[in-house]
């Protein structure tokens, strides 16, 4: 399988791919921010990379249609937000439907869109966590891959709950890409996602302490 990663900015997420060695090419890696400290981190290990500065564009149109022109080039069967900032149009979405996922700060369909620690804080809950799933027009509501849950505690800030929640994210996102490439991954009619030959709650990853 060969896959284009999206970024914004640190890229530990796409060093948690990397370092899973998957089955799996990784034909680019491309920014939207060119100082995306991920962007060195891939050029390190070899692999093509592009900034495509968002500020340089009219709107949000012309600017994911040299996107789709750039990924295009590569002739991915699959494209992964990881940490990728920009809200995408639906005809970028549409372009790759089903060979779109996205790694999300919070346990989905709790807390869509951005800061979602902090507004976990404000409410209060008891879990957070993260979740991987396919990309749809609506932000943050596309089928489920899997989720991830870790406890708040008492003492938590954003970037305590957010250092927590980023090492579940290094989980799952690898899983979540194994599953793919493996053809493991059904979206069903009724939009949810079946992973085949499943053999527990493999879909579910349960962080305690
Ligand atoms: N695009 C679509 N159509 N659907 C999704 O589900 C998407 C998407 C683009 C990105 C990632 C998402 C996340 O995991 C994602 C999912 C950025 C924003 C946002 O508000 C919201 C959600 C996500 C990514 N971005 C602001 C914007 O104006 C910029 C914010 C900033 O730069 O700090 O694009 O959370
Ligand atoms: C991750 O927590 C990711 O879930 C989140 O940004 C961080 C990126 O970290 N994504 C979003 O908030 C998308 N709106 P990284 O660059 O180190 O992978």
Redesign the pocket.
Known sequence: MKLVVL?S??????NAILDAALPVEIAAVISNRPTAD?LTLARRRGIATHALDHTQYPNRADFDAALMALIDNYQPDGVVL????RILTDAFVEHYSGRLIN???SLLPSFPG?HTHARALAEGVRVHG?TVHFVTPQLDHGPIIVQAAVPVRADDTPDSL?AR??AA?HQVLPQAIRWWAAGRLVVQNDGRVNLRDADGSEQALLIYG
């Open positions: 970024i900015g640190r890229g530990s997420n796409l991920g990881a940490g990728y900032m790694i999300h700060p951005i993260c957010a929640v980023l994210e």
